[in-house]
């Protein structure tokens, strides 16, 4: 699919702020998207991010102002370019792509932590895809990896560490033995996330450092050659939340670009922790948006904050997917994401049309091969719905951070249920007994509104309910948000919540993803 048809099949109503009153809201792109890459082509942008065990892998979105964000494809979209064995670790898989444009192509480069994987390239001509089988990097080591290119043609990868090689892009060899950069300032813990720039008649190096927790940080250094020797900038770190008791934490593993007007942005990683002490983040890290100044030579980083100053162009809103999916259409639309891979043997659009059906492999979420279709949670709170026909089988809805992580409601043989596991612990928690047919079933995530703090405030509320045809809803179990988060999982992903069978042949006649305002109280409550 181009991206024009993308552009013409992806229907919905767009994403409204409050760009009229010269404010936007970060995150730009929320839910989990971490490790955001971006580049300009013409008046359009193109930003790729890290999907670690979920196939297909890399989402790619396109912009048309910074701010409004709609996904246009995965890049790792087929078995021949990405394999993710059931050995693979939740948290394992991809990491960390660069998305650049040079030559008049598009060239993303990331490492497979998978078995087998390693570093590989792949490029396209429409960003939407397709985009090529991946050119193995074997000479390339570490992750993180970045392309640059100088005036002379020479590709510079640079990676996490930091170090850099010369390559040759086309065939994956390595020109030269790898020499070791700048790795920020002295003491700085894990130097990632590398990306180099030519700006002005120097190059500049950015780096994320501190770790990806809360002592995140960019910093900065430049050259005037690609391999050095490296200054550092004397603010560094030039962006970080450490220390801090802000409202977006975890700031960094950034890049940047220059806007059609001149101006220049960075987009970044962050996180919106909730609830009492630590703050638990439920979503992952999302990708932000900040201004950049250049004073003396360095780039000056703008204030990363819930609310922003619209930039000065245009707001130009895209087409979003519709909130509910029937699925009519004759594929999954690419927000559409699975665990580890989704063989074409375990799902069906045909086999009975206008519905989603799911054939089961592993028995459950707590199975590396489970066979599990979902979507990221992007939003604080949100109502999840779907109709299910257990008939062949048994199945439902889940919320998933990894195999030791995760609630569900699920039905079959006469039952509907609300399984949890957290850690070694899995357990029944309600049970009801439905009639024959499809179940239509309901998860609400609350979060808390503001005040009533106190240090063991949860981050959020899972409810899982059943809708019946005369409307009410039966509220089964409530369930404590935190369970459901980094901090207490682990991992470098977030939420995803989705469909599921557990046994035979389960089929979704439709799903539907609404978020919720916080004082929508009736809504939020199901009654």
């Not at 730009?28 to 790729?48: K, T, W």
């Not at 089988?133 to 392309?147: F, Q």
Request: hydrophobic fraction near 35%; glycine fraction near 12%.
């Amino acid at each position: 699919m181009t991206l024009d048809q993308t552009r013409d099949t992806v229907a919905g109503t767009v994403d409204e702020d409050d760009w009229a009153d010269g404010t936007f809201r970060n995150p730009v792109i929320a839910g989990f998207h971490p490790d955001p890459s971006v580049c300009r082509v013409g008046d359009d942008y193109y930003l790729a991010c890290s999907s670690f065990e979920y196939f297909p892998g890399v989402p790619i979105l396109h912009s048309r102002d910074l701010v409004h964000w709609a996904q246009i494809g995965n890049v790792l979209d087929r078995p021949s370019q990405l394999v993710l064995p059931t050995t693979t670790a939740s948290s394992g898989g991809v990491y960390a792509p660069t998305l650049r444009h040079h030559d008049g192509r598009f060239w993303l480069i990331v490492t497979n932590c998978a078995d087998g994987g390693g570093n590989l390239l792949v490029t396209a001509e429409d960003p939407a895809g397709p985009w090529s089988d991946p050119v193995r990097l074997p000479d390339v080591p570490g992750i993180d990896p970045d392309l640059a290119w100088d005036d002379e043609g020479r590709c510079w990868c640079t990676y996490a560490g930091i170090e850099q090689v010369r390559l040759d892009p086309y065939t994956g060899r390595t020109l030269g033995r790898p020499r070791r950069l700048w790795s920020g300032p002295p003491g700085a813990q894990a130097p990632e996330a590398p990306h180099l720039y030519r700006i002005d008649g120097y190059w500049y190096l950015l780096i994320a450092e501190g770790g990806t927790e809360r002592g995140h940080a960019v910093s900065v250094a430049r050259a005037t050659a690609p391999d050095g020797p490296y200054e550092p900038c004397p603010d560094n770190p030039v962006l970080t939340h450490r220390g801090t008791n802000r409202p977006i934490q975890n700031t960094g593993h950034a890049d940047l670009v220059e806007a059609v007007d001149g101006t220049w942005w960075m987009v970044l990683l962050g996180v919106r922790p909730g609830g009492g002490t630590p703050g638990w983040h439920v979503l992952g890290r999302e990708t932000f948006l900040a201004p950049v100044t250049w004073v003396d030579g360095w780039p000056v980083v703008g204030e990363v904050a819930p609310a922003m100053a619209a930039p000065a162009w245009p707001a130009q809103p895209l087409p979003t997917p519709p909130a509910r999916d029937d699925f009519d259409a004759d594929t999954l639309h690419p927000q559409w994401i699975s665990v580890r891979s989704r063989p074409v043997e375990s799902w069906s659009l045909t086999d009975r049309p206008g519905w989603l059906t799911l054939r089961a492999r592993g028995a459950s979420l707590d199975d590396r091969d489970v066979t599990f279709v979902g979507r990221r949670q992007q939003h604080p709170s949100c109502l999840v719905r779907t109709l299910v026909d257990p008939a062949d089988g048994r199945g439902g809805l889940a919320v998933r951070l990894d195999e030791q992580h995760h609630h569900e409601i699920e039905v079959g043989d006469g039952e509907v249920r609300v399984v949890v596991r957290i850690g070694s612990v899995r357990a029944t928690v309600a049970t009801r007994p439905v009639p024959v047919g499809p179940v239509r079933l309901r998860l609400d995530v609350i979060a808390p509104a503001p005040g009533g703090w106190h240090p063991g405030k949860e981050p959020d509320v899972l409810r899982f309910a059943v809708e019946h045809p005369d409307g009410t809803v039966d509220v089964l179990a409530e369930l404590d948000g935190r369970y459901l988060s980094t901090e207490v999982a682990g991992g470098f992903t977030g939420r995803v919540v989705g469909m599921y069978a557990a046994t035979g042949s389960v089929r979704f006649d439709w799903f539907d993803y609404r978020p919720v305002d916080r004082d929508d109280s009736a809504e939020v409550s199901g009654g």
